[in-house]
């Protein structure tokens, strides 16, 4: 029989006030069902024309402050978020038939969060930080091996490679958080918290 909670929602929206707590519920429950990447979510940007663009990055961090991905600065979605920092996120997990919509704002994260990120990740990773012109155009695919190999030289003591300065974390704040999940004959659930003025959260029940 399938359990509700308090809403008369299923019983996997649980009865949080606070939604940092609700997806890491459900993240946690990705995390096991997912077969790859749980924490790949599309990114919304929009440049200062109103364009939008959508990609996917990983989720690294999140707790009540927002939700944190690392990029080159210089890459498209960088670019829009330097002049438009308003994006939004959305996590869908196949496997839960879940997903997570939220939107706010970005901010990049202090150099010391970034410092810290990026010292662990792999040799490889760190030196395609240096080599990678993000988004740019590349005249053929041996321009991009030829700056990785010559970055290795360069940095070739593999526990000392800095972070590049147009290497960084984006951290988006959230205003809106929404949760949805799949319905028979497409009457599906939905439960979307917004903050106020004063940073607390409501929270209202959507018509599919």
Known sequence: MNQKNSLGLNSCFLDKNDPIELFEAWINEAKITEPNDPNAVALGTSNDNN??????V??????????????????????????????AMCFHWKSLLRQVRINGTAKKVSDKVANEYYNTRGYESRIGAWASKQSSIL?????????IEEYKKK???????????????????????????????????????????????TKSLLSP
Do not use: C
Request: aromatic share 12%; no cysteine.
């Open 51 to 56: 364009s939008p663009s959508i990609r996917m």
């Open 58 to 87: 990983l989720l690294k961090d999140f707790n009540k402050d927002g939700f944190v991905f690392y990029t080159n600065l210089n890459s498209q979605k960088g670019n829009d978020l330097k002049n438009n920092p308003k994006a």
């Open 139 to 147: 005249s053929n695919r041996d321009e991009l091996l030829n700056s």
């Open 155 to 201: 940095y070739d003591n593999k526990n000392e490679v800095p972070r590049p300065d147009h290497w960084s974390g984006w951290n988006l704040t959230p205003s809106s958080i929404e949760f949805w999940l799949d319905g028979d004959s497409r009457i599906h659930e939905r439960l979307k918290y917004i903050k106020d003025e004063a940073g607390n959260w």
